[in-house]
């Protein structure tokens, strides 16, 4: 049984800083990709940043610049660095990890809530 658990969100004012974290536990074989997606109210899920095995990473336009993702490959854990935060980065952030059958495995995800 593999469990994904983000950590690290919160409330933080607009231009503020914060750093995501995703705790993995269980049997996840050769992980292709790691990766932030999130979701705001009334919209659906979206891409922030992937990882990939290789070290390259892909970012949504809106956070680039801002965001940089980055990963423990011994731990299997990836980290999102959010700067320069905006009202609309606020959103419900889950953590991804895609194993080589393309598997995906979701976290329950981490509320980020930019104030202004």
């Known amino acids: 049984q593999v469990q994904l658990v983000e950590s690290g969100g919160g409330v933080v004012q607009a231009g503020g800083s914060l750093s995501l974290s995703c705790t993995a536990s269980g049997n996840i074989n050769s992980i292709s990709i790691m990766g932030w997606y999130r979701q705001a109210p009334g919209k659906q899920r979206e891409m922030v940043a992937t990882?990939?095995?290789?070290?390259?990473?892909r970012y949504a336009d809106s956070v680039k610049g801002r965001f940089t993702i980055s990963k423990d490959n011994a731990k299997n854990t990836p980290y999102l660095q959010m700067n320069s935060l905006k009202l609309e980065d606020t959103a419900v952030y889950y953590c991804?990890?895609?194993?080589?059958?393309?598997?995906?495995?979701w976290g329950q995800g981490t509320q980020v809530t930019v104030s202004s």
């Open positions: 990882i990939a095995s290789s070290g390259n990473t």
């Open positions: 991804m990890i895609q194993d080589w059958l393309a598997r995906n495995y």
